[in-house]
């Protein structure tokens, strides 16, 4: 099962067959090429790369997570 790279929260539901959403964080992940990059989406639905070029910081296991 995919977990949240930003927060390791498993609490990640899937919305389309490469992209999912982490109920945690509230962030999109995509799967692109293997490997994840997560997106902020803004009111209007638009995806707003998380850090350079969408690349993840370090996992923060734990953090808000239950
Ligand atoms: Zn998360």
Redesign the pocket.
């Known amino acids: 099962m995919l977990s949240?790279?930003?927060?390791?929260?498993h609490?990640?539901g899937r919305i389309a067959p490469d992209h999912y959403y982490?109920?945690?964080?509230?962030?999109e992940l995509a799967l692109e090429g293997g490997r994840v990059r997560a997106f902020n989406v803004d009111l209007e639905g638009m995806l707003t790369p998380v850090g350079a070029e969408g690349a993840v910081p370090e996992p923060q296991p734990g953090e808000g997570?239950s």
């Open positions: 949240c790279p930003l927060c390791g929260c609490d990640v982490c109920w945690n964080c509230f962030v997570c």
